[in-house]
């Protein structure tokens, strides 16, 4: 499990990158997880790309990016999801509202 506090016990932010394969392009897929992320207090954008995969930027707390990250996962949402890649970064704090490109 990743250690979500500061050094200070504040919450630590971070910023999430997702890849989600599957069938997740033409059915709402980035919208409903815009509305997801816009619920948890994160910012970013979730973008269709070219090889049928849908790559979504968090930013935000890091327990709200690793919920985020858990719903993706769960199969709750559009289409269908057979498997979803991450990375973790540093938060760039360049990001304001939540965008479904």
């Known amino acids: 499990m990743r250690d ?4 200070d016990g504040a919450a630590a932010a971070a910023r ?14 980035r919208y ?16 269709n790309l070219d090889d049928g995969r849908v790559e979504i930027v968090a930013e935000g707390s890091e327990g709200a990016c690793q919920r985020l990250l858990d719903v993706l996962a769960s199969g709750a949402g559009p289409g269908r999801v057979t498997r979803v890649t991450q990375r973790w970064d540093a938060p760039g704090g360049d990001l304001r509202g939540f965008v479904a490109r």
């Open 32 to 47: 409903w997880v815009m509305l997801k992320a816009v619920d948890l207090g994160l910012a970013g954008s979730a973008a």
């Open 16 to 29: 999430l990158t997702a890849w989600v394969e599957g069938r997740v392009q033409g059915v709402g897929f």
């Open 4 to 7: 979500m506090t500061a050094g």
